[in-house]
């Protein structure tokens, strides 16, 4: 699958492949010591800098006070 940007397709596979060798070398052997950081973070960027390009970040803002991400210990909304 493409990034949201063709100039982000190169991070993408870069961080996709990164993930996958941790997930299958480390994680699956009980390895949870983070990796990959690096270029997460410029592919973040990357990602980013085309959804303010497409005028999508206001829309992504909207839909976060429309519907905001509960955290994981939050059961106040479910009482």
């Given at each position: 699958m493409t990034s949201i940007s063709p100039e982000c397709n190169e991070l993408k596979k870069q961080?996709?492949?990164?993930?996958?060798?941790?997930?299958?070398?480390?994680?699956?052997?009980?390895?949870t010591s983070p990796a990959c950081e690096q270029i997460f973070t410029?592919?973040?960027?990357?990602?980013?800098?085309?959804?303010k390009e497409k005028n999508l970040d206001q829309l992504i803002?909207?839909?976060?006070?429309?519907?905001?991400f509960n955290a994981a210990n939050d059961t106040s909304s479910n009482t």
């Open positions: 961080y996709d492949d990164c993930f996958n060798k941790w997930y299958a070398n480390k994680f699956l052997q009980g390895d410029l592919y973040r960027a990357c990602i980013w800098k085309a959804i803002s909207d839909a976060r006070k429309e519907k905001p």
